[in-house]
T-cell receptor
């Protein structure tokens, strides 16, 4: 099976702009989680979507949002970009077997640079 | 609140030496613990998880609930083990859906 794919791989934006990142999960996986990775804060959970519903959200401002489509593909959006939003954004998909915590399979990430 | 601590940012060993990467966690319930690894220019991937009780690439990890630790061990390190290693925790219940809490990571370098 093809792995998790993320597009674009690199983005450069300026402060105040907005950005949309895309994630295609492994075929058959219905849960998609998003993480922000920075040198200072490490890997931090943003949110998780399952069956087009956000089930969990991390401690990030409302400028960070996401959605999931019926084919399980997910997008995340960051509005009014700030310099501190520069980071590697990772998405991960999992199969979701009832009664257990599934392995998350990670994409290569989107490197966002805010100038 | 859940927290994962990896006390060593850098760890260097020589080939053939034993290696232990430390991981301590804080969680009020029964967590699931994972080790993820990121090799150079590759994506983050699962190395092992405690419920599987497997040995992957010679690595093992035992969950010690008394000491709240999940240390990763390998008796004889190889150069190809050089990578960044992350310990991660998943809790139970609705607030944990799809959420992994990661430690800061340990960069392991195995010298020839």
């Amino acid at each position: 099976k093809a792995g998790v794919t993320q597009t674009p791989r690199y983005l450069i934006k300026t402060r105040g702009q907005q950005v949309t990142l895309s994630c295609s999960p492994i075929s058959g996986h219905r849960s998609v989680s998003w993480y922000q990775q920075t040198p200072g804060q490490g890997l931090q959970f943003l949110f998780e979507y399952f069956s087009e519903t956000q089930r969990n959200k991390g401690n990030f401002p409302g400028r960070f949002s996401g959605r999931q489509f019926s084919n399980s593909r997910s997008e995340m959006n960051v509005s009014t970009l700030e310099l501190g939003d520069s980071a590697l954004y990772l998405c991960a998909s999992s199969l979701l077997v009832a009664g257990s915590t599934d392995t998350q399979y990670f994409g290569p990430g989107t490197r966002l640079t805010v100038l | 609140a859940q927290r994962v601590t990896q006390p060593e940012k850098l760890l260097s060993v020589f080939k053939g030496a034993p290696v232990e990467l430390k991981c301590n966690y804080s969680y009020s319930g029964s967590p699931e613990l994972f080790w993820y690894v990121q090799y150079s220019r590759q994506r983050l991937q699962l190395l092992l998880r405690h419920i599987s009780r497997e040995s992957i690439k010679g690595f093992t990890a035992d969950l010690n609930k008394g000491e709240t630790s999940f240390h990763l061990k390998k008796p004889f390190a190889q150069e190809e083990d050089s990578a960044m290693y992350y310990c991660a925790l998943s809790g139970a219940g609705g607030t944990s859906y799809g959420k992994l809490t990661f430690g800061q990571g340990t960069i392991l370098t195995v010298h020839p």
